[in-house]
């Protein structure tokens, strides 16, 4: 679809207006959006984001700023990590393990922990003894059987809750 104002360019911008119960949609470009003082409201997201994690980098645990290896680069697309730090955008799914020492000491920041503790809060999880645990393998395998997978999964997390209360 071309720009209704230009005529030109294609459209990749829609304007919907809703006036006194009338609809009226227009069809821009982005040059022509921009003229009209109409921005895309995520496109500065990735330099808002990459200003965040340096900040965060920036301020440790004490108060000290993080010490990264000035020479951290992955080697697959070739991505530095202050790179990374202004962007906060990753190149590739090797930059991961590029960066891996760093991402961790970010990920303790963000996120209070650097592990994946499980995705039931506390307070959700259902508590179990072992031969509860096995009747409800059984009914997993049944679930599965009958194709019930969404019985499976609550199945699944219930026996996955128990296992690791056991363990503790």
Same mark, same amino acid.
């Given at each position: 679809?071309l720009c209704e104002v230009c005529h030109q360019k294609t459209a990749t911008v829609?304007?919907?207006?809703?006036?006194?119960?009338?609809? /009226?949609? @227009?069809?821009?470009?982005?040059?022509?959006?921009?003229?009209?003082? #109409?921005?895309?409201? $995520?496109? *500065?997201?990735?330099? $808002?984001?990459?200003?965040? $994690?340096?900040?965060?980098?920036?301020?440790?645990? *004490?108060?000290? +700023?993080?010490?990264?290896? %000035?020479?951290?680069?992955? %080697?697959?697309?070739?991505?530095?990590? =202050?790179?990374?730090? =202004? *962007?906060?955008?990753?190149?590739?799914?090797?930059?991961?393990? %590029?960066?891996? /020492?760093? #991402?961790?000491?970010?990920?303790?920041?963000i996120h209070g922990s650097n592990k994946h503790i499980g995705d039931r809060p506390v307070h959700?999880?259902?508590? !179990?003894?072992?031969?509860?645990? &096995?009747? #409800?393998?059984?009914?997993?395998?049944?679930? @599965?059987?009958? &194709?019930?997978?969404?019985?499976? +999964?609550?199945?699944?997390?219930?026996?996955?809750? +128990?296992?690791?209360? !056991?363990? $503790?």
């Amino acid at each position: 679809m071309l720009c209704e104002v230009c005529h030109q360019k294609t459209a990749t911008v829609k304007i919907t207006q809703i006036i006194n119960d009338t609809k /009226k949609e @227009i069809n821009l470009c982005k040059a022509c959006a921009e003229k009209q003082g #109409l921005t895309a409201p $995520l496109a *500065s997201f990735p330099e $808002l984001f990459g200003g965040l $994690l340096e900040n965060i980098l920036k301020e440790g645990q *004490s108060g000290h +700023a993080l010490e990264t290896r %000035s020479d951290a680069k992955c %080697s697959k697309c070739g991505l530095t990590y =202050q790179a990374f730090q =202004q *962007s906060g955008l990753l190149g590739c799914g090797h930059c991961y393990e %590029s960066f891996i /020492k760093e #991402l961790k000491i970010l990920l303790r920041r963000i996120h209070g922990s650097n592990k994946h503790i499980g995705d039931r809060p506390v307070h959700k999880r259902i508590y !179990m003894h072992g031969p509860d645990v &096995e009747k #409800l393998r059984k009914e997993l395998q049944v679930a @599965i059987a009958q &194709e019930q997978f969404e019985k499976a +999964a609550e199945l699944r997390d219930r026996i996955h809750d +128990a296992e690791r209360q !056991m363990n $503790l």
